[in-house]
């Protein structure tokens, strides 16, 4: 008889922890800001399909939002979504759910977020997520549960070098270009044409987003281990990681931000090798991302403020939020719609994605008040609603 070693047991708690919540609500203005950019067309475009700016400002926006915020916002959400994974498997599990059960429920939660992650890009963007986190969630299921940390972890640190690789070479084109080489449905004017187009664009996405999944296995294992609860015995820990996981990022994104914003000139044929260090050191920035929400946990003044309550309320409602921005820029960027994105700097579009993140923060402190879900996450939980399963204890053995 042949016998699974299991991670040992560990201690958990049902509580809601509220860093996770934090930082969701706080990294959704950087997924707006890197979002938003995708919108922008009708100019050359340059490395990292990037419009080629006009003006210091635009440049200087163009630079910080590549080193802070491009191919690292992703990877943080990606972190916490395994790190939610696993505590929604901690959670069925201390309710006697059998392992089967556990897994079938964050299958059906994975194929949920696909379904979403397929209606988002039809009607708006086709550079979604969701339907990538659905389906490495479907994929890993059963490694989330099964899985030594060892495993989980090694199995990261072997996949991430050639994900950042492909990623790199996606990215790494210097070349001026007049039409755009991705998204091409931005610049589409007829809707059906530009629909069709996003549903063909969603399926290649996955392409330019591999890292994510590196990160998200090495949240399911802080997952496992809780490591963003009980944040104060833990502060000095998550200081250190916010700043090497921060550091590391930021200087290593730095060269392709000068680059992109043509600030500098790279070496010619350094590219492909620079493209793929911003994509690697990413991953560790959302790392340290995710580190810093619990370190600012771990200062009881903080938790308690009105701006750390908005965050934790949007971030609690992260999946309706989401939707929400894209509603909001595909209604006035693309060809197909208003078609401001033809005209909009990155300045003035980081300007639409802050005040489009912020009327979402409202709306979540709003629907807190009220004590009501968002209807994004409703709806998730509906499709993933399952058949109570009998306790343990009247399992028949």
Do not use: K
């Not at 700016?53 to 990877?75: C, F, H, K, S, W």
């Not at 790190?83 to 059960?101: E, F, H, V």
Request: charged letters at 15%; hydrophobic letters at 50%; proline letters at 5%.
């Amino acid at each position: 008889m042949t016998t699974t070693r299991t991670p040992a047991a560990r201690p958990t708690s049902t509580a809601r922890s509220p860093a996770p919540d934090l930082a969701r609500g706080a990294m959704l203005a950087a997924i707006a800001l890197a979002n938003v950019m995708v919108y922008l067309f009708d100019r050359p475009y340059g490395l990292r399909h990037h419009i080629i700016e006009d003006g210091l400002t635009n440049q200087v926006v163009t630079a910080v939002l590549t080193a802070t915020v491009d191919a690292r916002a992703y990877p943080m959400f990606a972190v916490l979504y395994g790190y939610g994974l696993a505590r929604i498997a901690a959670s069925r599990t201390a309710r006697d759910w059998p392992p089967a059960q556990v897994r079938s429920y964050l299958q059906r939660r994975s194929v949920g977020l696909i379904v979403l992650g397929a209606t988002h890009a039809l009607l708006a963007f086709s550079g979604d997520i969701l339907g990538w986190y659905g389906l490495l969630g479907l994929l890993l299921a059963g490694a989330s549960t099964r899985w030594s940390d060892r495993r989980l972890v090694l199995t990261a640190l072997v996949a991430l070098p050639p994900a950042a690789l492909v990623q790199g070479v996606i990215y790494s084109d210097p070349t001026v270009r007049h039409d755009r080489g991705v998204f091409w449905s931005m610049a589409i004017e007829e809707p059906l044409s530009a629909a069709l187009w996003r549903s063909i664009e969603w399926l290649m996405a996955p392409f330019g987003l591999l890292a994510v999944a590196a990160a998200l296995l090495v949240g399911v294992v802080a997952g496992r281990r809780d490591l963003l609860s009980d944040v104060m015995s833990r502060r000095r820990s998550l200081g250190l990681a916010t700043f090497v996981g921060i550091a590391i990022g930021w200087l290593g994104g730095l060269p392709m931000a000068l680059a992109t914003a043509h600030l500098v000139q790279l070496p010619p044929g350094s590219e492909l090798w620079f493209s793929t260090l911003h994509i690697f050191s990413g991953v560790s920035c959302g790392l340290g991302y995710a580190a810093l929400a619990g370190w600012l946990c771990s200062h009881a003044t903080f938790v308690r403020s009105a701006p750390a309550r908005a965050l934790r309320a949007t971030g609690a409602r992260s999946l309706t939020c989401y939707l929400a921005q894209s509603v909001v820029f595909a209604a006035v960027l693309p060809a197909w719609s208003l078609g401001l994105g033809a005209t909009l700097g990155s300045a003035s579009a980081a300007g639409l994605a802050l005040l489009t993140w912020l009327v979402t923060v409202i709306l979540a402190v709003l629907l807190e008040r009220r004590g009501t879900q968002g209807p994004a996450e409703r709806l998730l939980r509906w499709f993933t609603r399952a058949r109570p399963w009998p306790r343990a204890a009247t399992i028949v053995r």
